[in-house]
């Protein structure tokens, strides 16, 4: 188990390498000119002369990405002061380091995924173990049906409905807003809870169909029957067997959305103007900043890497038949 978490961990370290090398590749060599994009829009040519000098514009571009990488563990000086590691860079639009920004925003983002992932996942696969156990009957038909039309659905269209029904007419729920749940978690939960139902959709629909294939598959297994043959009740067999069988694809699936998530709900943050990851990058964007994408996109990356390695760890403790060697 150890030894595969290792290989894990250091296959994990080269792939991030791989992707910050060709992210930061792509963005400042191929360019023509990547300091006058990461002066952002309102820049001088003084400002643009002190972006030059910062990112190094006159080395080799190899220099450059060891410079940044090397500043990650180290830190580095810039013009405008210094860049404590871990430093991903400095954000010459906003002046400010890129990690400092990214930690300021990730709260929100954190707790965002966090709701919004135990809605769908109750949600979802208690919907898609109603429709296996209730195969063929109307039960089945009703989530079968309602989950193809929440995967249909689209967040900028079902949160600015719902943001218009349940907050500005009938005031059901308050208007999207992020609190320090450490200083008031009622507010915290009320103030997200919007935005975790609506983006909660789209995910409970898709775990609703996969949950519900999984166990239909799992329940025409051989151990199943057997269990039934041995005249196990049909809740045991249902709870015990089928569903720990099938647990596998939600598991990895999950392991995908979560990292995803952390890495920034862009559209679902755009939507309810919540200050986090997401709305950080389309700022970046729109900006023009170069340095706060690499920041955000490697940021994105660790969370899936991470997340894959833990559900790969996971996988010997649901399934039996899983073995890490």
């Given at each position: 188990?150890y030894r595969?978490?290792i ?5 994990a370290v080269v792939?991030l390498?791989?992707i910050s090398?060709?992210t930061f590749?792509?963005?400042?060599a191929?360019p023509?000119d990547?300091a006058?994009?990461?002066?952002g829009k309102?820049?001088?040519?003084e400002s643009l002369?002190?972006v ?7 080395e080799?571009?190899?220099l ?7 500043a990650?563990?180290?830190g580095?000086?810039?013009t ?8 991903l860079?400095y954000s010459f ?11 300021d925003r990730?709260p929100?983002?954190l707790?965002?995924t ?6 769908f996942?109750f949600?979802?696969?208690?919907a898609?173990?109603?429709a ?7 039960l089945d ?6 989950s193809l039309?929440?995967a ?9 409905l ?5 907050v500005d007419?009938t005031?059901?729920?308050q208007?999207p807003?992020?609190h ?7 507010a915290?939960a009320?103030g997200l809870l919007?935005?975790w139902?609506v983006?909660?959709i789209?995910?409970t629909a898709?775990?609703t169909?996969?949950t519900?294939?999984?166990?239909v598959?799992?329940l025409?297994?051989d151990?199943?029957?057997?269990a039934?043959a041995k ?7 249902f709870l ?8 596998g694809?939600i598991?990895?699936i999950?392991g995908?959305d ?8 862009i559209i679902t943050?755009q ?5 986090g ?6 700022k ?5 900043d170069?340095?706060?994408?690499l920041?955000?996109?490697l ?5 899936i890497?991470l997340?894959?390695i ?12 899983v073995?890490?060697?």
């Amino acid at each position: 188990m150890y030894r595969f978490l290792i290989r894990r961990i250091l296959g994990a370290v080269v792939i991030l390498l791989i992707i910050s090398a060709v992210t930061f590749f792509l963005f400042f060599a191929i360019p023509r000119d990547p300091a006058r994009l990461a002066c952002g829009k309102l820049c001088t040519p003084e400002s643009l002369e002190i972006v030059r000098h910062n990112m190094g514009i006159d080395e080799p571009v190899f220099l450059q990405y060891w410079h940044w990488l090397t500043a990650i563990f180290t830190g580095r000086d810039f013009t405008y002061g210094h860049c404590d590691a871990p430093c991903l860079g400095y954000s010459f639009v906003n002046q400010e380091p890129i990690f400092n920004a990214i930690v300021d925003r990730f709260p929100t983002t954190l707790s965002l995924t966090i709701g919004a992932a135990v809605v769908f996942l109750f949600f979802g696969v208690g919907a898609g173990m109603v429709a296996a156990a209730r195969q063929g009957r109307a039960l089945d038909k009703i989530a079968s049906s309602a989950s193809l039309l929440g995967a249909s659905m689209q967040i900028y269209f079902v949160g600015v409905l719902a943001t218009w029904i349940l907050v500005d007419q009938t005031q059901i729920l308050q208007r999207p807003t992020y609190h320090d749940f450490t200083a008031n978690p009622v507010a915290w939960a009320s103030g997200l809870l919007l935005p975790w139902l609506v983006l909660s959709i789209i995910f409970t629909a898709n775990y609703t169909r996969m949950t519900r294939s999984s166990m239909v598959e799992q329940l025409s297994e051989d151990y199943v029957r057997t269990a039934r043959a041995k005249g196990m009740s049909t809740r045991t067999v249902f709870l015990r067997f089928a569903w720990r069988g099938s647990m596998g694809p939600i598991v990895t699936i999950f392991g995908v959305d979560l990292g995803v998530l952390l890495g920034g709900a862009i559209i679902t943050e755009q939507t309810f103007s919540l200050h986090g990851i997401g709305e950080l990058s389309i700022k970046a964007v729109e900006n023009q900043d170069l340095p706060m994408l690499l920041g955000v996109v490697l940021v994105s990356a660790t969370a899936i890497v991470l997340f894959n390695i833990v559900v790969d760890a996971v996988y010997a403790f649901i399934d039996p038949r899983v073995r890490l060697n």
